[in-house]
């Protein structure tokens, strides 16, 4: 039944391969799973928590600075460079921001979607969803490069 739900929502993972990696909670939506916070919801509205300073527009620049002062800067792919890690901002057809995903050592991403479970999936699992497509790829160092 969860598969299901996942592929009438996201058409590309049945054909693309995904796992599903944790249970569903609403402790903690894709924003903060992309920075490994487990603890809260982060958005740049007004309810939710936010790290940057205002404005607090829901823009994708908006998530671009915001991700900028964790160190990740934008980058021209989504391959997998050993030494950095990645997140993936994806926006609607509306260039409005509607979900980040991280890259895993493996290469491949990891997702939390919304209020429902972790998966583990390709770049291109959740494209061209109700996530709309990516929009940007940032990269940063990861601890072990100097």
């Known amino acids: 039944m969860i598969r299901q739900h996942l592929e009438s929502r996201f058409p ?3 054909t693309s391969g995904y796992s599903i990696e944790s249970p569903q909670t609403i402790n ?18 007004n309810v939710y928590f936010w790290p940057s300073p205002p404005p607090r527009e ?16 934008v980058c021209g792919d989504a391959e997998y460079e050993d030494g950095f890690e990645k997140i993936a901002i994806y926006a609607d ?3 409005e921001p509607t979900h ?7 290469g491949r991403w990891t997702s939390k979607l919304g209020r429902f479970v972790d998966i583990e999936h390709t770049i291109d699992g ?8 990516v929009a940007v790829i940032m990269r940063r160092p990861t601890a072990t490069t100097s």
């Not at 903690?28 to 509205?45: E, F, H, L, S």
């Not at 980040?100 to 493996?106: D, N």
């Not at 959740?126 to 497509?133: A, K, P, V």
């Open 12 to 14: 590309n993972l049945g």
């Open 28 to 45: 903690y939506n894709c924003i903060a799973w992309a920075v490994g916070d487990t603890t809260r919801w982060w958005w740049p509205d």
């Open 58 to 73: 829901v823009t994708v620049d908006t998530l671009v600075n915001m991700f900028e002062r964790f160190g990740y800067s």
């Open 93 to 95: 057809q509306n260039e």
């Open 100 to 106: 980040a995903a991280r890259q895993l050592p493996s």
């Open 126 to 133: 959740l494209d061209r969803s109700e996530y709309g497509s």
